[in-house]
């Protein structure tokens, strides 16, 4: 696949148009909005709309080689975006945020940490089970589907795209599609499910959610413009943040470049650590036709681990007042919008009209396996506030770690639990690893060399272990009237 520079910067200018629209789309419908779905979604959904698999079936186009209401080459162009781009994302995670010791983290997340790792590991358990059990007898599909629930849901839009020339290496083409899929039903589904399970917890008494008081009328005015007003005012945190880019300009002819430079560094570690990897795969255990894994393992992983280091340099060498954490999220954020709207708008719906019921089948057993964690396990390893802190780790393995800060703030406004820093702490001993880390990224190539039964007993044994230390461990802590308080 080549294309031109020109033909690469029309296709991102229509990504750009995409997302343009999809902010409109927002602003007019108050039902999308309460689903919370990201721009880069409904962006992605129109111009999926508008490709070879929907409107491109029955409206006449003008191009020589139509994809949809689009020409060829730019369908080609988002198909090789994904691949790019998540790089950019897990390279820049870690860059901008102090990194604190293991101890630290331990002590204020561990709960959550076993509570995310039980989740993340549980979905490959459920999935391989039902991949070898009916998915693979019943409607042939390929052992490797067992890995979807944790791609698409834990590793969400971006990870399942940045995964997509693994599925093509692998032979399992339309796993990447079926992917994407679970992806957005796990958004859309971890909304409206962690929204009900919040407001069945308020009825039980686990959570106490903030009474409204009816106030008059013009009173009720003078306080939406009062906070009309405070929202304009910067918080704390975004005040120091907006000190810092200050600082930053004028020490800096530009800061973004300084950032995005900051991003290829650790994109090159990743690249270099990943191809030292391989290259001793293939000197040792690979040799002669031996087994590969490293060979179909995707860079993001490892340039997030290389975001890592950089970060590390920066604190060493007390660079922290020239790189900003909020630049960083803006680049990101960025790129994964780019991402999600370019791997969508290649979403073969073919595909999932062809493997229908395996791809509702597997959306049922991860919601289920999800909502069980939450109900069962979680009130009995998280001692305290297990509801808040539990339903963020429901909301990021069902979606994004945006649906997880989202739940935590419907059920805990002010985060009087402290559950918004035990979450963020967790990330940093849970995301190398599942999620879209290491072990997400090698899934595939592991069942393909090793055999999905093999995986499935690995991870098995994973679940079980993380869930045993979770309640021998923590679970003392638990108050007694408090256990499995539902």
């Given at each position: 696949m080549s294309f031109s520079v020109g033909e690469l910067f029309v296709a991102l200018m229509l990504i750009s148009l995409a997302l343009l629209a999809s902010n409109v789309v927002l602003s007019h419908s108050a039902m999308l909005r309460r689903l919370f779905l990201p721009s880069s979604v409904i962006g992605g959904l129109i111009l999926l709309l508008l490709g070879p698999d929907a409107l491109g079936q029955v409206v006449p186009l003008p191009f020589e080689e139509p994809a949809g209401l689009f020409p060829a080459f730019v369908h080609e162009s988002w198909a090789a975006l994904p691949g790019l781009l998540i790089n950019v994302v897990f390279a820049a995670l870690f860059i901008g945020r102090p990194i604190p010791g293991l101890r630290t983290i331990w002590l204020r997340a561990g709960p959550q940490v076993v509570v995310g790792q039980t989740m993340a590991w549980g979905q490959y358990v459920v999935g391989l089970s039902l991949a070898l059990l009916v998915l693979a007898p019943?409607?042939?599909?390929?052992?490797?589907?067992?890995?979807?629930?944790?791609?698409?849901?834990?590793?969400?839009?971006?990870?399942?795209?940045?995964?997509?020339?693994?599925?093509?290496?692998?032979?399992?083409?339309?796993?990447?599609?079926?992917?994407?899929?679970?992806?957005?039903?796990?958004?859309?589904?971890?909304?409206?499910?962690?929204?009900?399970?919040?407001?069945?917890?308020?009825?039980?008494?686990?959570?106490?959610?903030?009474?409204?008081?009816?106030?008059?009328?013009?009173?009720?005015?003078?306080?939406?413009?009062?906070?009309?007003?405070?929202?304009?005012?910067?918080?704390?945190?975004?005040?120091?943040?907006?000190?810092?880019?200050?600082?930053?300009?004028?020490?800096?002819?530009?800061?973004?470049?300084?950032?995005?430079?900051?991003?290829?560094?650790?994109?090159?570690?990743?690249?270099?650590?990943?191809?030292?990897?391989?290259?001793?795969?293939?000197?040792?255990?690979?040799?002669?036709?031996?087994?590969?894994?490293?060979?179909?393992?995707?860079?993001?992983?490892?340039?997030?681990?290389?975001?890592?280091?950089?970060?590390?340099?920066?604190?060493?060498?007390?660079?922290?007042?020239?790189?900003?954490?909020?630049?960083?999220?803006?680049?990101?954020?960025?790129?994964?919008?780019?991402?999600?709207?370019?791997?969508?708008?290649?979403?073969?719906?073919?595909?999932?009209?062809?493997?229908?019921?395996?791809?509702?089948?597997l959306a049922a057993a991860g919601i289920g396996w999800c909502l069980f964690v939450l109900i069962v396990i979680a009130p009995r390893v998280i001692p305290e506030n297990w509801f808040e802190r539990g339903i963020g780790d429901f909301g990021q393995s069902m979606g994004v770690t945006v649906t997880g800060l989202l739940l935590m703030r419907m059920a805990d406004p002010k985060n009087r639990s402290g559950a918004f820093e035990s979450f963020g702490y967790k990330q940093l001993m849970f995301e190398p690893v599942v999620g879209g880390g290491l072990f997400t990224a090698a899934s595939l190539p592991l069942i393909a060399q090793f055999g999905p039964l093999t995986i499935l007993g690995l991870t098995l044994v994973l679940t079980v272990a993380w869930l045993a230390f979770g309640l021998l461990y923590f679970g003392r802590m638990v108050p007694e009237r408090g256990r499995g308080r539902w």
């Amino acid at each position: 696949m080549s294309f031109s520079v020109g033909e690469l910067f029309v296709a991102l200018m229509l990504i750009s148009l995409a997302l343009l629209a999809s902010n409109v789309v927002l602003s007019h419908s108050a039902m999308l909005r309460r689903l919370f779905l990201p721009s880069s979604v409904i962006g992605g959904l129109i111009l999926l709309l508008l490709g070879p698999d929907a409107l491109g079936q029955v409206v006449p186009l003008p191009f020589e080689e139509p994809a949809g209401l689009f020409p060829a080459f730019v369908h080609e162009s988002w198909a090789a975006l994904p691949g790019l781009l998540i790089n950019v994302v897990f390279a820049a995670l870690f860059i901008g945020r102090p990194i604190p010791g293991l101890r630290t983290i331990w002590l204020r997340a561990g709960p959550q940490v076993v509570v995310g790792q039980t989740m993340a590991w549980g979905q490959y358990v459920v999935g391989l089970s039902l991949a070898l059990l009916v998915l693979a007898p019943v409607f042939g599909m390929n052992p490797m589907a067992g890995a979807l629930i944790e791609i698409g849901f834990e590793g969400g839009h971006g990870t399942a795209a940045g995964m997509a020339d693994t599925f093509d290496e692998l032979g399992f083409e339309e796993g990447a599609d079926l992917a994407l899929g679970l992806a957005t039903v796990g958004i859309v589904s971890g909304v409206l499910i962690g929204t009900l399970m919040i407001n069945l917890a308020a009825r039980r008494g686990v959570i106490k959610l903030e009474e409204k008081v009816e106030t008059p009328r013009s009173q009720r005015q003078a306080q939406e413009i009062d906070s009309e007003q405070e929202s304009e005012l910067p918080s704390t945190e975004d005040y120091a943040e907006f000190k810092k880019d200050l600082a930053q300009e004028e020490e800096t002819a530009d800061p973004l470049s300084l950032h995005i430079g900051l991003v290829g560094i650790a994109i090159v570690i990743g690249w270099l650590i990943l191809s030292a990897l391989q290259w001793v795969e293939q000197q040792t255990w690979a040799s002669d036709g031996g087994i590969e894994i490293l060979a179909h393992v995707p860079l993001f992983p490892l340039a997030m681990i290389g975001g890592v280091i950089v970060q590390l340099c920066v604190t060493r060498f007390g660079l922290e007042p020239h790189v900003s954490s909020r630049t960083m999220a803006r680049i990101a954020g960025t790129a994964l919008d780019f991402t999600i709207v370019a791997a969508l708008a290649t979403l073969s719906l073919t595909a999932l009209g062809e493997y229908l019921i395996p791809f509702l089948l597997l959306a049922a057993a991860g919601i289920g396996w999800c909502l069980f964690v939450l109900i069962v396990i979680a009130p009995r390893v998280i001692p305290e506030n297990w509801f808040e802190r539990g339903i963020g780790d429901f909301g990021q393995s069902m979606g994004v770690t945006v649906t997880g800060l989202l739940l935590m703030r419907m059920a805990d406004p002010k985060n009087r639990s402290g559950a918004f820093e035990s979450f963020g702490y967790k990330q940093l001993m849970f995301e190398p690893v599942v999620g879209g880390g290491l072990f997400t990224a090698a899934s595939l190539p592991l069942i393909a060399q090793f055999g999905p039964l093999t995986i499935l007993g690995l991870t098995l044994v994973l679940t079980v272990a993380w869930l045993a230390f979770g309640l021998l461990y923590f679970g003392r802590m638990v108050p007694e009237r408090g256990r499995g308080r539902w």
